[in-house]
């Protein structure tokens, strides 16, 4: 038996774990809020004729260039901090997993936006984020490339919400069963 | 050693990680309307225009057949009183439009004509744009988009009985059916007076909200023809007449708006407003090119009528988001199936 007395406490150890920078933590919560929220609209305002379908639409375009901005930064930021190690103990195809997925979510939260801008500038619709306000387009119309756009952006919803789930359900692998602090690693609060 | 807390706490783990991941698989599939099968999609309706053998590739999925024109808008500045957009600024604004009528086919016969559409995409230097599609009929046949869709799927229906009874259940559509059995034909896109219906919201410069409703008035003046002489024509009779008409010289529309009273109608398309109510002419719109749509201008464009430019918006009445959301869908089929329908 181990002398739980001959370790310092919970507390301590969790305030020298590494973890991702406030910042880095702020904009994962907030991305992780608008891009859920983006996808819900997205499906949301394509399966109704309501009046909703508008206000839906009006949200969609603004939040998902929005996001677009709030992406680059955090690829700025991590850059410059990095991100903190995982477990040792953490099986090697898991650690491929994590780090495969993180990749695929930095593409897709890049792709997106640029695909669903481009969508609307390939059928020569304005875009409008607000009103009065319109961004640029940034292909020409086009019918082909549009369909191809429609068909991207769509697949790859489909791709990121499936993404986002087996993602929360290993955060919270970690958090309840690993109990490993990777999930502090985000979320803060002390290591279990 | 098995723990039998330790167990049981990585039960109660795993369970409430598949009910956070369940449930947000099926919020997101009830989102989507996955789990709703009487919720009334923009591609259900969209699936209703099309007639028993299929859509056409390629084409619109209602008011299938036309042809392209360009030209601009004459704004005289009397309608920047009503409005704050710049296409209300006395100006000439580009134009690209279309002809058409209601069907599904692109090849339907002209004489078929009932129901004429004009569709106008105004550009002005803000970068802003005004779209509408306005047809000949003075009001529209239904008050709400559910029934619209009744309203295809009952003139789809083999039963006997069916438009009857979709008749008896939506009395408003006495006054388009008394429309099309008594309004003169003419043989010209250029004779017809082409009506919004919707109602939509203008607001001026200092704020102030007004629900408007507006038509596009021919210069030309209607010559009535027999119904039974349009039968006779060549099936792409109003195609070739507009053709030659504008190669010869301009067609000319003045763009009449009508403000509402309160306690107007702004809802119901069905419903015309009563004739006192006062009209702004705003401008005129001269049509001095048309094109095959195959390879023209307007074969690309979506005719959406929430494209508004700031200093208009959408109204209580439900139809232009019920149609922005089915054209979209109309528009994404078409172009996706672009092989089906070649340019020229
Ligand atoms: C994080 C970014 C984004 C996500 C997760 C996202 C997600 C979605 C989803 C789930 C749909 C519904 C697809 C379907 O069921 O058919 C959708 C449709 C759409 N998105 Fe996005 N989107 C994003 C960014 C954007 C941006 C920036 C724009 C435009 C500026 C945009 C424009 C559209 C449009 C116009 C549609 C409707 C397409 C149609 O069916 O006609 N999206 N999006
Ligand atoms: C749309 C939603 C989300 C996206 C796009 C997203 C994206 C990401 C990305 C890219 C990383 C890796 C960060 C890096 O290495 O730079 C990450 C880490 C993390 N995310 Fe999310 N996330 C989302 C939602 C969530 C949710 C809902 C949870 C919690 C239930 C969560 C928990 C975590 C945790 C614990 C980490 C740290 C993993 C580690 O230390 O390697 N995420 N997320
Ligand atoms: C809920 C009601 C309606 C539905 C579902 C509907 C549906 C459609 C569809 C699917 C198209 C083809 C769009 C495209 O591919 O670009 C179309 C075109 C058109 N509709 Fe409607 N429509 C509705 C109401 C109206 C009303 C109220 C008007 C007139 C006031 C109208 C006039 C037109 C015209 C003129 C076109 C041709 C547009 C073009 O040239 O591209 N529609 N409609």
Redesign the interface.
């Known amino acids: 038996m181990t002398d739980a007395a001959s370790f310092p406490k919970a507390d301590a150890v969790a305030d020298e774990l590494p973890r991702f920078t406030p910042l880095q933590r702020l904009i994962h919560w907030l991305m992780a809020a608008g891009i859920i929220a983006m ?2 609209i997205g ?2 305002m ?9 206000t839906l ?1 009006s949200i969609h375009k603004p939040l998902g260039v929005a996001l677009l901005a709030l992406v680059i930064i955090r690829i700025a930021v991590r850059f410059r901090y990095g991100a903190p190690p995982l477990p040792v103990d953490l099986p090697s195809p898991m650690k491929l997993a994590a780090k495969a997925s993180h990749y695929a979510f930095y593409g897709l939260m890049v792709a997106m936006p640029l695909i669903g801008w481009a969508m609307l500038s390939a ?4 875009i409008t984020l607000w ?2 306000f ?1 961004l640029p387009p940034i292909v020409a ?1 086009s ?2 490339l ?2 191809l756009l ?2 991207a952006h769509r697949t790859l919803a489909f791709v990121f ?1 499936t993404l ?2 087996l993602h ?2 290993a955060a ?2 970690h958090a ?2 690993r109990r490993d602090g990777v999930f502090q690693q985000m979320a803060g609060g002390a290591r279990p | 050693m098995a723990d039998p807390t330790r167990s049981r706490s990585l039960l109660a783990s795993l369970t409430a990680i598949g009910f956070v991941v369940g449930g947000g698989a099926a919020a997101f599939a009830y989102t989507a309307g996955w789990l709703s099968p009487d919720r009334l999609t923009p591609a259900k309706v969209v699936d209703a225009f099309a007639p028993p053998g299929g859509p056409a590739l390629g084409h619109r999925r209602n008011h299938a057949k036309g042809v392209c024109f360009t030209g601009s808008f004459e704004s005289n500045g009397a309608g920047a009183e009503l409005s704050k957009a710049q296409v209300f600024e006395a100006g000439r604004y580009p134009v690209v439009g279309r002809f058409n009528f209601g069907t599904p086919s692109p090849v339907a016969p002209d004489a078929k004509a009932r129901v004429r559409g004009f569709s106008v995409r105004i550009s002005t230097p803000d970068g802003q744009e005004w779209r509408s599609a306005q047809i000949s009929a003075p009001v529209f046949p239904v008050s709400t988009p559910q029934a619209f869709y009744e309203l295809l799927q009952a003139s789809g229906s083999k039963a006997p009985e069916a438009m009857k009874n979709f008749a008896a259940t939506h009395p408003e559509i006495a006054g388009f059916g008394g429309w099309t059995k008594t309004a003169p034909w003419t043989a010209s896109y250029a004779e017809e007076r082409y009506n919004g219906l919707n109602s939509f919201i203008f607001t001026d410069a200092g704020g102030k909200d007004r629900a408007v409703r507006w038509s596009w008035v021919p210069e030309a003046p209607p010559v009535s023809v027999p119904a039974d002489d349009i039968a006779k024509r060549g099936p792409d009779f109003l195609q070739e007449e507009i053709t030659q008409r504008i190669a010869a010289g301009p067609a000319r529309w003045t763009l009449v708006v009508t403000v509402a009273d309160p306690g107007d109608p702004t809802a119901d398309p069905s419903k015309a407003w009563p004739a006192d109510r006062r009209t702004v002419e705003v401008g005129k719109l001269i049509a001095d090119k048309v094109e095959p749509e195959a390879d023209g201008p307007c074969r690309d464009v979506n005719f959406d009528p929430t494209v508004l430019p700031l200093g208009i918006r959408t109204s209580d009445d439900p139809f232009p988001a019920a149609r922005s959301a089915a054209y979209a869908v109309s528009f994404d089929r078409r172009t996706a199936e672009a092989k089906d329908y070649p340019a020229k």
């Open positions: 996808l819900f499906v949301g394509v399966s109704t004729i309501a009046a909703t379908h508008l639409v059928a020569d619709y304005p009103g009065g319109n119309p019918r082909e549009h369909a429609w068909d919400f986002v789930l929360v359900a919270l692998f309840l069963v």
